[in-house]
């Protein structure tokens, strides 16, 4: 069967409301994105179009981005060049499609990994209805525990001594990419009025 992403998306409904949790129609519309873009692409999701679509559609996440005079659509477009300019050659749509309702190894799979994640910071919040904001805070601590879990060396060697950023992301300095995922998280924190010590475990 081809899976598409409307069928990756009723997977993933499915796998919140085991928990009794929905996604925000922002959330949605920004996940849905997330797939569309990979299926064009035929290639599995990753980092870089769910920060590229979270930055997208949030205002907070925009705003959080322009208080360090950075320009958020510069960093969506190098983020999506970024992505198609990787695309594997080998790996397809389909063979990562049902990433949300993996159950072995979920913390190793991008997309599952970044929604249990955001499902604590919904949580920690007192929610049930899951943010942009959420996906995309997941998704910035996720990449950084992979980071830290492969103790990455760089081609690059500004990378090496860099806090992470979104130069990170693309494997390359950009001046342009260069904003710390921990100033955008507190400027998330502050602009979004989330408690500021919520952070999932």
């Given at each position: 069967m081809k899976?598409?992403?409307?069928?990756?998306?009723?997977?993933?409904e499915e796998y919140l409301d085991l928990f009794n949790f929905k996604l925000s129609e922002e959330a949605r519309k920004t996940l849905?994105?997330?797939?569309?873009?990979?299926y064009k692409c035929d290639n599995p999701s990753?980092?870089?179009?769910?920060?590229?679509k979270a930055i997208r559609n949030s205002n907070f996440i925009q705003k959080a981005?322009?208080?360090?005079?950075?320009?958020?659509?510069?960093?969506?477009?190098?983020?999506?060049?970024?992505?198609?300019?990787?695309?594997?050659?080998?790996a397809k749509y389909n063979d990562d499609s049902c990433g949300y309702l993996e159950v072995d190894n979920r913390q190793r799979i991008d997309k599952a990994s970044i929604i249990d994640i955001a499902l604590e910071y919904c949580v920690k919040d007192n929610r049930n209805i899951?943010?942009?904001?959420?996906?995309f805070l997941a998704a910035m601590e996720d990449y950084e525990k992979i980071l830290r879990e492969d103790d990455s060396h760089w081609v690059d060697k500004r990378l090496n001594?860099?806090?992470?950023?979104?130069?990170?992301v693309c494997?390359?300095?950009?001046?342009n990419l260069e904003i710390k995922f921990e100033d955008i998280k507190e400027a998330i924190f502050y602009n979004n009025q989330y408690n500021i010590s919520i952070k999932a475990v």
């Open positions: 899976i598409t992403p409307r069928i990756v998306l009723a997977n993933l849905n994105e997330v797939e569309e873009f990979a990753n980092y870089n179009l769910f920060f590229s981005i322009k208080d360090f005079n950075k320009k958020p659509d510069i960093i969506v477009l190098k983020l999506e060049k970024d992505y198609f300019r990787c695309i594997d050659k080998i899951l943010k942009i904001e959420d996906i001594k860099s806090d992470i950023t979104f130069s990170h494997g390359y300095y950009d001046d």
